[in-house]
């Protein structure tokens, strides 16, 4: 098959990463009463703020990046032997200046990631990413049953390994047709329901940490191998469903999955002896573990098919993850100071799960539709993908006209119309869209939004130019003196 013909070993290179985070945030040590997660959590959504700051203004040099790649192994390394190796100055302020470390390494780590991930076709991506899981799964449970010096030194080497493969990877990227760019400034917003969702399930599993996770599971080594095994199993078995039957990955069916595995456990936790329940508790694990897969594909195929630096996307999709996260981590300690009864609060977290993925995490929003839509296309070349690449290219040339052709009188008289009246960016787009004879239709496609949403704004926008028609409009644009 073409994946395995394609594939290298560098490329799955981010299972090291994987195994790190984890096994670094959950080896059975003393941290002094001092949060590992929240403070990693923190530190990496700080981190992932200034690279996007940095990357809206300009890009990293390729020198820039290396030395931070230098800086991020280093920072890793001696976060895994701050808190996984025995010291003897272990304590509460060891513990926190090695989860800051892994937390800055993590954050770039994952940024170089992405901006690999971010030239993979689809099709390719999809696939990797998933045995990558496999593989990275099996990985951890290794680690997770060495003492503590030996699998302190080998979480202390797989940041070394993550960027050696990384370098490696980037320079064998398989070659991949080049893809329509239909997120943009003028589209981006489209994308707030797949954020606020994942901000939402973020912050219950931060809570769920810190309420029913932290201690360690009992039986201990069973309780890894199901699961760990269980992460292998869904892995594979979605890898099989994408490369051996072909079929597609809906963006609402793999939230749908995310909340089967939480659901599942919360609901039926509270009523299950210790041994039990620790089971159960590895599916939220488990879940845990597909919502970050799920969310490093979708910022994957959001920076492919956008206008923006895949650092400034990947940046910024991973802050809606990382931060509530920490929020949700020390928002759970304390709910537990409180004496808060845990069963009603894990009831809580079902019902508001169940809202989120109903009404957020669906494909009402074309933003979320367009999410591993390539998955689905059969090869067809008159998707809706591909319509509204197209339509957005076609706006983006149009922006580009120089001259004095029409299309460019257009564009400087609606800009002078729109100074004179201080409309909004929006208005401004949707003037110009008019003034060129465009349909309410095509203006929704344009902006991934609705016709009654554009009907709302023309309604502003003749309120604001004081006309009441669309040709009124076109020829207040045309009597504009340039």
Request: glycine share 8%; proline share 4%; charged share 15%.
């Amino acid at each position: 098959m073409r994946f395995f013909q394609t594939i290298r070993p560098s490329h799955l290179g981010l299972l090291f990463v994987h195994m790190w985070i984890y096994c670094s945030t959950h080896r059975d040590t003393e941290t002094g009463g001092v949060s590992v997660m929240a403070i990693m959590y923190v530190a990496l959504s700080l981190c992932l703020v200034i690279v996007l700051l940095r990357s809206f203004k300009t890009s990293f040099s390729a020198g820039a990046k290396r030395r931070v790649d230098v800086g991020a192994v280093i920072a890793m390394a001696c976060s895994a032997v701050l808190l996984a190796c025995p010291l003897p100055f272990s304590g509460a302020a060891a513990t926190a200046f090695g989860s800051a470390l892994g937390g800055v390494g993590v954050a770039w780590t994952y940024v170089r990631w992405g901006e690999f991930y971010a030239q993979l076709d689809i099709h390719y991506a999809t696939p990797l990413i998933f045995l990558t899981m496999a593989v990275g799964s099996v990985g951890k449970t290794l680690v997770d049953f060495l003492p503590p010096l030996p699998a302190g030194i080998v979480l202390a080497l797989l940041p070394v390994a993550t960027f050696l493969c990384l370098h490696r990877a980037c320079g064998s990227v398989p070659q991949a047709s080049e893809p329509y760019r239909y997120y943009n400034d003028r589209t981006v917003g489209s994308l707030w329901r797949l954020a606020l969702g994942i901000g939402v399930y973020s912050f219950t599993v931060g809570i769920i940490q810190s309420m029913s996770l932290a201690a360690t599971p009992s039986p201990y080594y069973l309780s890894v191998l199901v699961h760990h095994g269980g992460e292998v199993a869904i892995a594979l078995a979605l890898f099989l469903w994408v490369v051996l039957f072909r079929r597609g990955l809906g963006f609402s069916r793999t939230w749908r999955l995310v909340l089967l595995l939480m659901a599942t456990a919360l609901i039926f936790v509270p009523y299950l002896d210790a041994t039990f329940t620790s089971y159960l508790l590895a599916l939220i694990r488990i879940a845990q573990t597909f919502l970050i897969i799920f969310l490093f594909l979708a910022l994957g195929d959001i920076a492919r098919h956008g206008s923006y630096r895949p650092s400034t996307v990947f940046a910024a999709g991973w802050v809606t993850y990382s931060l509530p996260f920490a929020v949700g981590e020390l928002s759970g300690t304390y709910l537990q100071t409180l004496g808060s009864n845990a069963a009603m609060v894990m009831a809580a977290i079902v019902w508001v799960l169940v809202i989120v993925t109903l009404f957020f995490m669906d494909e009402a929003s074309v933003g979320n539709h367009l999410i591993f839509t390539e998955l689905n296309d059969g090869g067809d070349e008159d998707t809706p993908a591909n319509r509204l690449g197209a339509l957005q290219q076609d706006l983006n040339d149009q922006r580009a006209l120089s001259g004095q052709s029409a299309a460019d009188s257009i564009s400087v008289r609606s800009a002078a119309l729109a100074k004179a009246y201080q409309l909004t960016p929006r208005e401004h787009e949707i003037l110009e869209l008019l003034a060129r004879g465009r349909s309410k239709a095509y203006i929704a496609d344009a902006f991934f939004i609705s016709e009654n949403t554009v009907r709302g704004h023309v309604k502003r926008l003749y309120a604001k130019l004081d006309v009441h028609s669309k040709q009124e409009l076109v020829d207040k644009v045309e009597m504009v003196d340039l």
